[in-house]
């Protein structure tokens, strides 16, 4: 069974650091494209990065540019999150996604596999 496990989450003060993992039970982990999402319990899902599968170009959203850094490695199956100088608003559950598009999205659509998710919080 296909699936994707997250770890890495936790409490962190304002202006600290996490690095969130994804570990993928998949086929082929090097032809997806991942992501990492963010929900709030009442909000929408934002989208934080991404990474292609092609050349491992990288998307960031705009609240977490220049703070957070998505990388892979295609050996290990796994997707990472380093997030730095972190901030109360970053609070949110994280959960890693997979789809097979041509480009990596910011789209949630364009993902089929998603993980359950890893609880991040930034005290003030």
């Known amino acids: 069974q296909e699936q994707l496990v997250e770890s890495g989450g936790g409490l962190v003060q304002a202006g600290g650091s996490l690095r969130l993992s994804c570990t993928a039970s998949?086929?082929?982990?090097?032809?997806?494209?991942m992501a990492w999402f963010r929900q709030v319990i009442g909000k929408e899902r934002e989208f934080v990065a991404s990474?292609?599968?092609?050349?491992?170009?990288?998307l960031y959203g705009d609240s977490v540019k220049g703070r957070f850094t998505i990388s892979r490695d295609n050996a290990k199956k796994m997707v990472s999150l380093q997030m730095s100088s972190l901030k109360p608003e970053d609070t949110a559950v994280y959960s890693c996604?997979?789809?097979?598009?041509?480009?990596?999205?910011?789209?949630?659509?364009?993902?089929?596999?998603w993980g359950q998710g890893t609880q991040v919080t930034v005290s003030s």
């Open positions: 990474i292609n599968w092609r050349d491992s170009a990288t």
């Open positions: 998949v086929r082929t982990f090097s032809i997806y494209n």
């Open positions: 996604a997979a789809g097979p598009a041509w480009s990596a999205s910011t789209r949630t659509a364009e993902y089929v596999l």
